[in-house]
């Protein structure tokens, strides 16, 4: 009596060129899902193909750009069309630009928006009829802790994650009912290409010099004891496997303790660290607040 095995679950992944999505990709292909990556560019993708050839793994690649709708509608039917069925979805792709509230151009916003949360939406859209057919499927959303801590200086990407965030808590309401799980990974600072992308500091009245260096502060006391994107990737499995209704997961550097910090913490007292004006005192406080110590060792008390 012969036995037929269960097929692999089919994953899609957007941006996967590098950072997290890249991670998450070679993760599931190494723990038996088919897995389909998307880049704008497969010439950009060459990383990807060595070090799937090192791991002795698959990554099918997709060129699909988030921010158009074509794009989004044309690549993944095709994939809908040649394998039938999508049963993860890992909206990954983002941007993450650096600016302060008062010298954000609003089509930055506009285009951050577009990306981090259109490009989600987009691509959920056209996996969802199949899922609802199927009457199962996961969506797994990469956020950020800054989708829940507003720090200075991430003005547009701050509003992107947080929409990520209340589009998320919507959808995985909506399709509960058909057996559709959503997931939402909150990660911290972790080792990604997404920082070297972040140069430009708009600060024309030069008033917010303060606000880019604690900011900058931050990630480097991060990027120090880096997160490697594949514990990233290895929670998205995790969430991906777990059946209950648990939605968010944070992990990372700095993610656990930015989000229960600012859950504990009163308006006041989140008001009131941004008001200080000593950069030694910020860092005390910070660390009080957080649970996180952002000082530079050069810098004395």
Known sequence: MSSTAAPAPIAVVTGVNSGIGRATALHLAGHGFDVFGTVRSTSKADKLRSMADDLGVTVRLVELDVADDDSVRH???????????????????????????EHCPTSVYLDTLN???????????????????????????????????????????????FALEGWTDGLAQEVAAFGIRVKLIQAGVTKSAIQAKNSETPNESGAYTAHYRRMFRFYLAGLAVPTDPM???????????????????????????????????????????????????????????????????????
């Not at 690549?75 to 509230?101: E, K, Q, T, W, Y």
């Open 75 to 101: 690549a993944l039917g095709s994939v809908l069309d040649r394998v039938g069925r999508v049963d993860v979805l890992v909206n990954n792709a983002g941007v993450g630009p650096i600016a302060v509230a």
């Open 115 to 161: 990306v981090n949360l259109c490009g989600a939406v987009r691509c959920t859209q056209a996996v969802l009829p199949a899922m609802r057919a199927a009457r199962s499927g996961c969506i797994v959303n990469i956020g950020s802790i800054t989708g829940v801590v507003a720090a200075s200086a991430q003005s547009p990407y701050a509003a992107s994650k």
């Open 231 to 301: 514990v990233v990737a290895a929670e998205v499995h995790r969430a991906i496997g777990d059946p209950s209704a648990q939605l968010r997961y944070p992990c990372s550097w700095a993610g656990v303790e930015s989000i229960e910090g600012r859950r504990n913490m009163s308006d006041e007292e989140w008001v009131g660290l941004g008001a200080i004006g000593d950069d030694a005192e910020y860092y005390d406080r910070f660390e009080a607040l957080f649970g996180v110590p952002i000082r530079p060792e050069d810098s004395s008390r």
